[in-house]
Every structure is written in C-alpha cells, then in structure tokens.
C-alpha cells in the first residue's frame, strides 16, 4: 500500500450530536489531488434552530444560515467533491455518520474509506492521554485560524496530517493509517458496508438471521468496538463464529449510558427471546426463604414464590417481609438444595426446617443419627438455639430491602449524544425510562404492574451503589 493521492479532509458544523434528529450547518473540504490543494465550504440550512450554545462555540447563528442552501441543494457538488478520496476527518465516525445521514435522507447512498486522525495520533502517540484537536494544535504547533469553523478546523486536520508526514518514518505512518484502512471481514451474506454507520455510543446490539428472526442481543459502552470484535481477523470462539456465520442484518439502539444499556438488553432478551441468548432468558418461577415463627423463639423457613414474593418486594423500607427473605432461586429445587447445603454446613435439623419428616414426632432425624444433627427434632436442643443459628446460615443470603420510600429516578447523561436518560425503579423493579417529563408521568401514573426480575435485581443492586450515581427521589 502507498499513501493516498486524493484525499478529502473534511470537518462539521452541526446543531447537535446526534445524527438522527440533528443536522448540517457547515461544511469545510481542504482537497488533495497530489501536490494540488484547493479548499471549499459552505454554510447549510439546518432547517431547525441552532441551540445557543451551539451558537456560542461555532459563531453560527440562526441567521447566518437563513439564506444558505439546503443540503438537498449542495448534496451533488458535496458527492462529486468526496468522489474517489479517503475521507479524512477528527473523529470521523461523527462526521461521516452525519454525512451518510443527509444523503440517506434525500435516497443517495455513500460509502468512502474513512481515516480517523483521533484514532491515528492515540495509535502514533500512545504516551499522550489526549488527542483532541486542541491537544494536537498544542503539541505539533499547529496554526489554528478561526477555531470551530469547519473550513478552519478542516486545515487544521491538513497540517496535522503533513507534519506527520514530515516528522515520522513513512513506513511507520503508513502502517498505522494501513491498520485503519483495513475493513473487518464479513461474512458475504452481510453488505460491505453493515458496519460503517454502527456509533462508538453505549447500546444494545441486535443480531437477526434468516427470516428476520433474532439471533442475538448484546450489550456494550462502544457498540461499534463491540459489534467489530465479532468479525475480527483469527476469531476462534465458537458460539460467535456460528453467531456470525448465520447473521443477515444488523441493528442497535443507543444509550445515555451503561446502566441503560444493561436494563434494555435484559428486557429485550426476556421479552423476545433470541436464539442464542440464554443466560438472561426468562427462568422459571423465582422463589425466596422467609423465616416465620411459629411460637415463640422458634423461627422456621418457608418458600414463597409468585405473587406472594412480588408482594413481599413490594414493602418499601418500612419493616415487615423484605427484611425477612433470603436468597432468590430459579426453582424450588435450587432453593432447597441451597437449605440443604446450609443444614449440613451449620448441623441444623433437616426435620425442622421441613426437609425431612419423621415418624413420630421427637423422633431423632436420619442427620442426628449420623451426628449431623445438634437435635433439636427430639428434645436435645433448645429451639431457641437452633433457630439462633438457622439466622445465621441464612444471613449471607439476606435480600436486601429496598433502601427508598417510592420510585426514584436513576439519571444517565451522555454530553456527546446530548442525551439524558432517566431510568424509574421501584422496589427493585425497572418500569422503563423516561428521556422527558412527559414520558415521567406517564411512567408514574402507568397502572402496569411489572413483575420482580432477578437479573434486573443484582444488576440495579450493583449499579445504583457506584460512586457519583445520580438518583432522583419521585
């Protein structure tokens, strides 16, 4: 591979992050055509307001781009200029998506090899934390004019790529943009370009197959690392090889955040139940220990499970059934080999715990025979006693309550997407998210009542005590 001769270093002014619902409000091309530089660029009506903060750090104003042309306007000249050059841009996925968005929108497809200069300065200077453009400006001395417009940035990007080829060795340099260059190996069911629009933004990834069933969901913090990863070169995993082998289209849903992307691929996998997902599948019928007593001092365990363990879960922080339940099991089978373990461990009665009967009662339990047993089933310990130490044994199991009085709001905020996901919980229970106060209400007044989910328990329990979580009483 040699360098390429014509090259388009191209830079963005936008009225937001996203390319879905955001659009173009600028466009700077500085045009290699070998040692022939031309420049070119344009305003573009957005066809919607530009926030002001937006204003603020472009220059931009709504009235600058009043009388500019649309997109639809300058969409031909923009593909010819592009036409046969690798797209060269500062975070390019950013920039591409948007310009593959536009010309989606008016029925024009287009594809470009695309070279990040983000990702190539971390794989040249991998010793620098940052690599944004005003890190580069700074440390190659490059001359910034009129910061934050596209045609000034565009040159930015320009002067960042001839240093480059000034300063390091050119076999060096041509290694690491080949890296880049290189596409992922897809399987020829797939088109070449399924992955060229998949965001560096968190998500859940959705694999279909043939008759568009659903193969796979997924999750990540970087769906497109993610979603690469499955058609990386050397890839010897055997339940994503077959995966991939049997893939015909792909989709995704972004994020705020983690914790967003969590609780959606837990309810996807649940609700639609892909092939190839089954450690979140929907289990059996959960059920938990709860310790009644049934005279004084004399505490014993019974399973709950249904209604009876969605009603216990349901108790807030005032004292009664969620301080009482101990672990959360699949089945019945699980839970009571759990108990059985744990009378074996602590020498608790298998006949007072109702895992054994015997023929009379203050008969000795088959366990106190073997010595297993401290005898509280025939008299030779006090009940007290033994339930003192069944407390015990259950107390590394004990569920814990839920610590609020109502729901509470969990706030994810993604700055880039300029995204703010508000994730409702109540007692444990995921009733959906919100992204506005009217989608809030609707959640708070829904009379749905979801049932208590395991999964979405240990990941809630694990989630909401990390450090600088936003969470929002209701």
Request: glycine share 8%; charged share 25%; with cysteine.
């Amino acid at each position: 591979m040699t360098f390429p001769s014509r090259i388009a270093f191209i830079d963005l002014e936008t009225t937001g992050a996203n390319p879905g619902h955001d659009r173009i409000t600028e466009i700077g091309i500085v045009e290699i055509d070998g040692d022939e530089v031309s420049r070119w660029s344009t305003l573009v009506n957005p066809q919607r307001s530009i926030p002001e903060f937006i204003q603020r750090m472009t220059g931009i104003s709504n009235d600058m781009v009043s009388s500019a042309p649309s997109f639809e306007a300058v969409a031909e000249e923009l593909k010819a200029r592009l036409k046969g050059r690798l797209f060269v841009a500062h975070n390019a996925r950013f920039d591409y998506g948007f310009v593959r968005q536009e010309f989606r929108r008016l029925g024009i497809g287009f594809q470009a090899d695309v070279l990040c200069t983000v990702r190539l300065s971390r794989a040249l200077f991998p010793e620098h934390p940052k690599h944004n453009l005003d890190s580069l400006i700074a440390r190659h001395s490059l001359v910034a004019n009129d910061r934050h417009r596209a045609l000034a940035d565009a040159d930015l990007i320009w002067q960042f790529w001839q240093t480059l080829r000034r300063e390091l060795d050119a076999q060096h340099l041509l290694d690491a943009v080949s890296q880049q260059l290189k596409r992922p190996s897809l399987p020829p069911q797939l088109p070449s370009d399924a992955l060229d629009d998949v965001p560096e933004s968190p998500g859940v990834y959705l694999f279909y197959g043939e008759n568009n069933a659903l193969l796979y969901v997924g999750k990540s913090v970087n769906l497109r690392s993610r979603v690469l990863s499955y058609f990386a070169a050397g890839k010897s995993e055997n339940r994503e090889l077959r995966i991939t082998h049997d893939i015909r289209r792909i989709d995704w849903i972004e994020t705020a955040g983690e914790l967003g992307a969590l609780l959606l691929e837990s309810r996807l996998v649940k609700q639609r139940q892909p092939v190839h997902n089954r450690r979140l599948r929907q289990s059996g019928e959960l059920c938990s220990w709860q310790l009644m007593e049934h005279a004084p001092g004399d505490y014993r365990p019974r399973l709950v499970m249904g209604e009876e363990l969605d009603a216990a879960f349901g108790g807030g922080v005032d004292p009664g059934k969620p301080q009482e339940l101990y672990g959360l099991f699949a089945s019945k089978r699980e839970a009571t080999n759990t108990l059985k373990s744990l009378a074996e461990a602590y020498q608790l009665c298998p006949a007072v715990l109702g895992l054994e009967k015997t023929a009379r009662p203050g008969q000795p339990c088959f366990a106190r025979q073997l010595k297993q047993c401290k005898g509280a089933c025939c008299g030779k310990e006090a009940i007290g006693a033994h339930s003192a130490r069944l407390m015990t044994a259950l107390s590394k199991l004990r569920i814990k309550p839920w610590p609020y009085k109502g729901p509470v709001g969990i706030v994810e905020k993604n700055e880039f997407q300029g995204r703010e996901d508000i994730h409702l919980i109540d007692a444990w229970r995921y009733l959906g998210t919100a992204q506005s106060e009217t989608d809030l209400h609707q959640l708070l007044q829904s009379t749905e009542c979801k049932p208590f989910d395991l999964d979405t328990y240990k990941l809630l329990k694990a989630q909401m005590g990390k450090k600088g979580r936003d969470i929002r009483k209701l």
